[in-house]
């Protein structure tokens, strides 16, 4: 399964592919479906630019976007959103356009208690499990974790010479995560080698311009939907 990750909390500054409004994100999300994209990672962004987890804005988006593909879509919960603990899982609950689902990163502090709040709206919850944090030992130690829909193996490792090794050693630390399907990506100079290591051990992978503003040969990626076909292209070497 691939999932394209539209945005993430990068801005027009960054690219000007990346979609900003929410009539760009669900004409973004539209072609990269149609490019072979199964589900939708989005995030809601306030008019100006910063990422948001306001019902009012979040509604328009959802809608926008469930217009133009007829696939899961989730969003983000991420701190730099909404730092306060407290205040996230009140924005969850204040909700009046639920997405399929929501990441949680667990490193955050909070994160149990906005994953909570997820499932009690009916929400399912992507646990993110980012690297270099202690997010998969606490994990694994949550009464949440056999309820979530996914893992989110986020490799934060950026050399595109480590990154592999840095997500194979975050698989060993998640070891069988409860029985949870695992998604696992990576980001930036990594996006791409973690993303070919997903495809030779089996796993979901997501790519999109929050991931990576690259294709594998280097160019800059002109749209979602341009990594997507990109990702379905990839093939292994003989012997990898």
């Known amino acids: 399964m691939i999932q394209v990750c539209l945005n993430g909390p990068r801005g027009a500054g960054d690219s000007a592919a990346v979609p900003m409004s929410p009539a760009a994100m669900a004409e973004s999300a539209a072609a990269a479906v149609a490019a072979g994209a199964a589900e939708v990672h989005v995030h809601p ?101 056999p309820r979530v829909t996914r893992v989110l193996a986020e490799v934060t490792d950026p050399d595109p010479a480590t990154a592999s090794a840095t997500a194979r050693a975050l698989l060993d630390e998640l070891g069988s995560a409860h029985g949870v399907p695992v998604l696992l990506h990576g980001e930036d100079g990594g996006a791409w080698p973690v993303a070919r290591l997903a495809i030779r051990l089996g796993l979901d992978t997501r790519i999109g311009l929050e991931d990576t503003l690259f294709l594998p040969d280097g160019r800059p990626a002109r749209s979602n939907a341009e990594l997507v076909e990109a990702l379905r292209r990839l093939r292994l070497p003989e012997g990898a």
């Open 45 to 145: 962004k306030t008019p100006c630019g910063l990422d948001t987890l306001s019902a009012r804005v979040l509604a328009p988006v959802l809608t926008a976007i469930r217009d133009a593909v007829d696939v899961p879509v989730g969003v983000t919960t991420g701190a730099w959103a909404e730092p306060d603990p407290e205040c996230r899982a009140q924005r969850v609950r204040s909700w009046t356009v639920l997405p399929d689902h929501a990441s949680v990163n667990w490193h955050e502090r909070g994160a149990e208690e906005v994953a909570a709040a997820l499932l009690e709206r009916g929400v399912g919850v992507e646990a993110g499990i980012w690297s270099g944090t202690d997010a998969a030992r606490r994990f694994l130690a949550s009464p949440l974790a």
